[in-house]
């Protein structure tokens, strides 16, 4: 028997790789012969440089940047030397996970840490920027992003306007004749797991920005702003790319990659899955397992399991889900490839609990699974 184990992180609890480690350990129970593979995922946010340099030979580098609110801290990004393509992940730099609960504000982060990682791409000689920007603090339009690279955002009196989304609502004018010359012998290719425009009821702020410290009086502001730093976007290149799928992703800085960077938008999921060679591993594999910490109808916008199915579909090979727990519209999912999914916790228990609980937990439900694919096998 052949079984791949192809799960994301569970946020706040464990990476990817931990999560195929533990259902690995709790299949052995019951399969001790059986082949696993082991290709920890993910869908463009957090943890994405751990699953691809996981599964393929690269460096993992690291370089002091500018946090969301201003403050050093130490970037991690990876680099594929052989292709000469540097993997930036905007969490690391302009992630939620840095800013605490209490002091996240959506008007003043920044993105200039991710601009900054670009640079030491550029520097190491990258030909391709793989940006994937889940989970970020920020919602500036990626415009500290861009400041990093050379651009200048100035009012009406010509002087330099503040970081973040809110001061957007004074751009008067964007120079970017001091961009980063190099980026034009670059490929840019945006991994993202969401689809959301830049603006509107949909967009950046409506849709993410409260999650990052903004209440509604300021949601509707900084979309108002956000609006105006489009209009004036689109006066300087011509062209209008706001409502451009995915161009709302991480804040705006989908916007930013696509309008000043030429870039390309693919879901998350399908870049890993190609880095990490998914396909080839599911070739006469019996069954795939994948997960993530909630599995619910947001799950169908390109979350990781839903690429696993897809790519599992291709191959015929059928696929179960081990999930933290099982929200609303979670069942919507079978129609899209998903044969089964079950969540970890077996009675109530406090997210903390489930959190310390997890590698347990995921051992318990993959023994479970496995007998329950030895009670098929006898009465099939």
């Known amino acids: 028997m052949k079984i791949v184990i192809a799960p994301d992180s569970f946020k706040d609890s464990l990476s990817a790789a931990d999560v195929a480690d533990a259902i690995a350990s709790g299949l052995k129970d019951v399969f001790p012969d059986a082949e696993l593979v082991k290709c920890p995922m993910a869908d463009g946010g957090e943890g994405t440089i751990d699953a691809i340099l996981s599964a393929v030979a690269g460096e993992l580098r690291s370089a002091r940047v500018t946090g969301p609110l201003g403050e050093p801290v130490t970037a991690r990004w990876g680099w594929l030397p052989e292709s000469r393509t540097a993997i930036i992940e905007m969490a690391e730099a ?27 791409a550029l520097n190491a000689g990258a030909k391709k920027l793989i940006l994937t920007i889940g989970g970020s603090a920020t919602n500036d339009g990626g415009t500290g992003m861009l400041r990093a690279l050379g651009a200048r955002f100035m009012d ?13 609502s004074a751009l008067a004018s964007i120079d970017i004749q001091a961009l ?27 849709t993410f920005a409260r999650q990052k410290g903004a209440d509604s009086e300021q949601i509707q502001l900084l979309d108002d702003a956000l609006g105006h730093y489009a209009d004036q976007c689109a006066a300087l290149l011509n062209e209008d790319v706001r409502h451009v799928p995915g161009a709302g992703a991480a804040g705006g800085i989908g916007f930013a990659a696509k309008a000043f960077l030429q870039a390309t938008f693919r879901p998350g999921v399908e870049v890993v899955a190609e880095l990490t060679e998914l396909a080839n591993r599911l070739q006469g594999a019996d069954l795939v397992i994948t997960g993530e910490g909630r599995f619910d109808a947001q799950t169908l916008r390109g979350k990781t399991p839903l690429g696993v199915a897809r790519i599992a579909g291709q191959c015929q090979v059928p696929v179960i889900v081990l999930a933290g727990t099982l929200g609303e519209g979670y069942a919507q999912l079978y129609a899209q490839g998903i044969d089964a999914a079950f969540a ?37």
């Open 94 to 120: 302009s992630g939620l996970q840095l800013v605490a609960t209490e002091q996240r504000n959506a008007c003043s982060s920044s993105t200039e840490g991710t601009g900054e990682l670009i640079i030491e």
């Open 344 to 380: 970890l916790t077996s009675g109530p228990m406090t997210l903390q609990e489930a959190c310390r609980q997890a590698p347990v937990l995921l051992k318990e439900r993959a023994r479970d699974i496995a007998r329950l694919l030895c009670v098929a096998k006898r009465i099939g």
């Open 156 to 168: 009406s009196q010509g002087n330099l306007i503040p970081a973040g989304g809110l001061a957007l």
């Open 180 to 206: 980063d010359a190099r980026l034009s012998d670059v490929r840019v290719e945006v991994a993202a797991d969401v689809d959301n425009p830049l603006c509107g009821p949909h967009g950046a702020s409506f």
